[in-house]
């Protein structure tokens, strides 16, 4: 556990809390590590979640897939980030899957062990609740996001708006997104040829620049 206590620390499930205090508390609630080949599956869509996952090495995406293999991104983590949070409070059922994009390594915490924590560890089980209900309202705001993008009619409309999005994120024109164009396309929910082909064509009218994941905006006065 101690050779991941630096991501761990990152963790906003953690924030306001020491090194020393998060062994403390990890001690106690006995969290279980487990590792993931590239390719596989955490959770599947309709699991009950009692647990709070942490990614400690890699890369998970939270996917939805329909009945005839068409996939949707809904979110990826990384290093340091937390999900199921939301589920793990209510001991509801995943509304997606949980998949390994990379070979990952995730801690996996039983949400009624926080709870239950003994008397003299009692303020850091408040402090970590505080901190899942900021973090909950945090993915419920990028939802709306997520939402804002995929509501546009027009593919070239929902890719400018995620690329703005990016832009304002990084405080700068030029950017890298943080996902692969396939996963790209699965996120914005539109066909991935088409998507490669209305990135050209706005490429050519010199609304955007890109090589690979590298992006600027030319001019945005049109889709703004």
């Known amino acids: 556990m101690k ?4 991501v761990i620390s990152k963790c906003h499930v ?5 090194d020393a205090d998060i062994e403390s508390v990890l001690s106690h609630i006995k969290p279980k590590i487990y590792r993931y080949k590239k390719g596989s599956y955490i959770t599947i869509e309709s699991d009950p979640v009692t647990d709070i996952f942490i990614v400690l090495h890699g890369c998970v995406q939270l ?4 009945t005839s293999g068409t996939r949707s991104l809904i979110a990826q983590y990384t290093s340091g980030d937390s999900f199921f949070e939301a589920c793990a409070s209510v001991n509801m059922q995943s509304p997606v899957s949980s998949y390994a994009s990379a070979d990952s390594v995730i801690m ?6 926080i709870i239950n924590l003994p008397r003299a560890l009692t303020k850091f089980s408040s402090k970590i609740i505080k901190n899942l209900l900021s973090i909950t309202v945090c993915k419920l705001y990028n939802t709306y996001i ?10 070239r409309r929902k890719i400018f708006a995620y690329l703005i999005s990016q832009k304002n994120k990084a405080g700068a024109n030029e950017f890298v997104i943080p996902v692969s164009k396939t996963d790209l396309a699965d996120y914005l929910f539109i066909n991935r040829s088409a998507m490669t082909r209305e990135l050209a064509a706005m490429k050519k ?4 620049s890109f090589k690979g994941r590298k992006f600027a905006i ?3 006065k049109r889709y703004v």
Not at 14 to 18: I, L, P, Q, R, Y
Not at 63 to 66: F, T
Not at 108 to 113: L, Y
């Open 108 to 113: 996996i915490i039983e949400f009624e062990n």
């Open 205 to 208: 009218d010199k609304l955007i």
């Open 14 to 18: 953690f924030d306001g809390m020491s």
């Open 218 to 220: 030319i001019t945005e």
């Open 63 to 66: 996917i939805r897939e329909d």
């Open 3 to 6: 050779e991941y206590i630096k």
């Open 146 to 155: 997520h939402l804002i993008h995929v509501s546009k009619h027009e593919i």
